[in-house]
């Protein structure tokens, strides 16, 4: 298959865009369009291995004014449990953090 646009120009490769097929676009434009964005929980996740270095969990994502902890495996979501209040209870010190707010441990495993 030849590597040339509608006018049979090549196109550079770094110039097509950000995705190589339309399917990963259109997976992108979905995710923008249903992901809700909070600007605490960005906050959160851009100063997440500040705050809590080596700990085997990471923020997913925010959802319903829920904010969802990402694990790799049911056991390591079982040796989180016992530390997770502690967790709680640093992320509702941090400045802008939700009265009511609600962390879950989800897993995931990538």
Do not use: C, Q
């Not at 923020?59 to 502690?86: C, K, N, T």
Request: hydrophobic share 40%.
């Amino acid at each position: 298959m030849d590597d040339r646009n509608l006018y049979g120009r090549a196109i550079d490769p770094g110039k097509r865009g950000r995705h190589a097929t339309i399917s990963s676009a259109l997976d992108a434009s979905l995710k923008d369009i249903l992901v809700e964005r909070n600007g605490f929980f960005d906050s959160l996740a851009d100063g997440w291995n500040r705050l809590f270095p080596g700990l085997p969990i990471r923020p997913g994502r925010y959802e319903a004014g829920a904010i969802y902890l990402y694990v790799r495996s049911a056991p390591a979501r079982f040796a989180m449990e016992p530390r997770m209040p502690a967790v709680r209870r640093k992320i509702a010190a941090l400045p802008g953090a939700p009265r009511k707010l609600k962390v879950l441990l989800e897993i995931h495993p990538e």
